[in-house]
């Protein structure tokens, strides 16, 4: 069960649009549609952003968005706000029923 | 509002036990598969364990195989972790979660379990 792999940090100005990757296997993003998002911010809970690879739950900005190429998962941010700035996380469902996070990625807004 | 309130946590010596509670409201929770879910301090999510909507059909990350055991009971729409044989490296603020439909949504505000001597 190892992580998946994300970039530690990524960076953008305000209206910028910024991807962070998500990197795993054929027993976890290449089995199936199944990849989520989360955003935290410090001390509090982890939020859906993206499920489903591409679907965003009700009240999320469609300034975010998923994608999934093979093994590798992607989000989105367009029109950077400072608001954005936070932790974003990445996770999968696997092939042995088990679910496996990303390390997570800290984005900075400059 | 759908809204889950751990509890539980606490400062615990190496080999002790503790057990943790989740209260849900706002949604039907007999119908949620739930986990858990950890992050050390400074680090990353981890998934711990998760328990289907009937408690018949559960799942655990190999850290915790043997060690950690969860169960619910859907008659107080509460969800627990028992955890035994607690070590440093459990150290974490623990979430529940709930998990149907492939994604963990909602979450609770977490609770911070301690091991240490």
């Known amino acids: 069960q190892s992580a998946l792999t994300q970039p530690a940090s990524v960076s953008g100005s305000p209206g910028q649009s910024i991807t962070i990757s998500c990197s795993g296997t054929?027993?976890?993003?290449?089995?199936?549609?199944?990849v989520c998002w989360y955003q935290q911010h410090p001390g509090q809970a982890p939020k859906l952003m993206i499920y489903?690879?591409?679907n965003r739950p009700s009240g999320v900005s469609n300034r975010f968005s998923g994608s999934k190429s093979g093994n590798t998962a992607s989000l989105t941010i367009s029109g950077l706000q400072a608001d954005d700035e936070a932790d974003y996380y990445c996770t999968s469902f696997t092939r042995s029923a088990l679910w496996v996070f990303g390390g997570g990625t800290k984005l900075t807004v400059l | 509002e759908m809204q889950l309130v751990e509890s539980g946590g606490g400062l615990v010596q190496p080999g002790g036990s503790l057990r943790l509670s989740c209260a849900a409201s706002?949604?039907?929770?007999?119908?949620?598969?739930m986990s858990w879910v950890r992050q050390a301090p400074g680090k990353g999510l981890e998934w711990v364990a998760n328990?289907?909507?009937?408690?018949?059909?559960?799942h655990y990350v190999d850290s915790v195989k043997g060690r950690f055991t969860i169960s619910r009971d859907n008659a107080k729409n509460s969800l627990y972790l028992q955890m035994n044989s607690l070590r440093a490296e459990d150290t974490a603020v623990y979430y529940c979660?709930?998990?149907?439909?492939?994604?963990?949504?909602?979450w609770g505000q977490g609770t911070l379990v301690t091991v240490s001597s």
């Open positions: 979660a709930g998990n149907s439909d492939f994604r963990f949504d909602p």
């Open positions: 054929s027993s976890d993003i290449g089995a199936y549609n199944y």
């Open positions: 706002g949604f039907i929770f007999r119908n949620y598969w």
């Open positions: 328990i289907n909507q009937y408690g018949s059909d559960e």
């Open positions: 489903d690879v591409n």
